[in-house]
Structures are given as C-alpha cells and as structure tokens.
C-alpha cells in the first residue's frame, strides 16, 4: 500500500481533499473513533491489522504506508 492509498482513506474519512502525505491526521480534526475508520479501511485493503497504537506512531499516510510495508517507525 502507498502513501496516496492511505491518503485516499484519510480524505474518505475525514471528508476533505485538503490532505498531504505528511499531514498528521489528529492535527487535521481527526480523533480516535474516526482513527477507527481508517484502521478498518486498512485492514479490508491489506489484510494487515494495525493497532491503534500503530496508528498513534505513525499518524500520518506516509508513515502508517511504511508502517504496513513493515517499516518501523520510530
């Protein structure tokens, strides 16, 4: 999964086009039951269940994409 992936299921979810890759999605309005959408979304497209810790870590599209590519970031 790409970092433009992720940023499609960001903007879904977060109903704006107004998103780049590395925007962090808390700083954008999100908050933890929409984050919950977007694990969900990840999970059907990958098949890769990420935490919300995960999601914590990595917050923004480029991040959470390295994250499910296996990347750890720190």
Known sequence: ???DD???IF???LETEDIAAADDF???GGD?????????ALARATGEELT???FLM???PELLAARI???VVP
């Open 69 to 71: 590519g296996g990347v």
């Open 32 to 40: 933890s039951l929409l984050a919950t959408r977007v694990l969900s």
């Open 11 to 13: 903007r879904t979810v």
């Open 58 to 60: 990595a917050p923004t």
């Open 52 to 54: 919300m810790d995960d």
């Open 26 to 28: 808390f700083d954008l």
């Open 1 to 3: 999964m790409t970092a």
């Open 6 to 8: 992720v940023l499609a």
